[in-house]
């Protein structure tokens, strides 16, 4: 068996699921329109009163997935503002999250399994792994975790989606 590249481990998975986001985002827009109310309305929805609301999930699973491919390829992460206020501005931050990703070229992440990652804690000590343990224990749990409850959200709302609309086609 054909070992399992950094790229191909991360880049597509990345992409995938920000484009599933994508038609989540959608879903709740019709979903809105069909009931007729503002789309606003998600933009506060949170499953716990001490829980960040849906665009913050949104934002720091796109900070995750640039986050990820930046650092694997020995990058500066790009920077983006968290300042989106709207259904469609959470689209364009998804957008450009996944052009970044898919902009990271698979040679870039040769030999990333061994780089030295270091994430910088507000709270303490920075988290230290490599390549290899930061991808599999930390970047990808932290964006399936932060797009899982974005679904989750927006299906708590009523937006009718299903296990396929998670996994995508």
């Known amino acids: 068996m054909t070992p399992i590249s950094m790229h191909a481990a991360s880049a597509p998975a990345f992409a995938k699921m920000l484009g599933n986001m994508l038609n989540w985002l959608e879903a709740a827009k019709a979903h809105a ?7 606003d309305v998600y933009l506060t929805l949170r499953l716990a009163p001490d829980m960040l609301p849906l665009p913050k999930q949104i934002q720091i699973a796109s900070d995750a997935a640039k986050g990820c491919m930046a650092r694997l390829a020995g990058q500066s992460v790009p920077s983006y503002e968290d300042n989106e206020a709207t259904l469609d501005e ?18 870039a992440l040769v030999g990333s399994e061994g780089r030295e990652i270091t994430i910088p804690r507000r709270s303490g000590d920075p988290l230290k792994f490599d390549g290899a343990d930061y991808l ?3 970047a990808l749990p932290n964006f399936y975790f932060h797009a899982t409850t974005t679904y989750a959200l927006l299906r708590h709302a009523g937006v009718p989606l299903g296990k396929l609309d998670y996994l995508g086609g």
């Open 33 to 39: 329109e069909a009931k007729k109310f503002s789309t």
């Open 90 to 107: 959470l689209a364009e931050r998804i957008r450009k999250t996944r052009d970044f990703v898919l902009s990271v070229p698979a040679e």
């Open 136 to 138: 599999r224990h930390f």
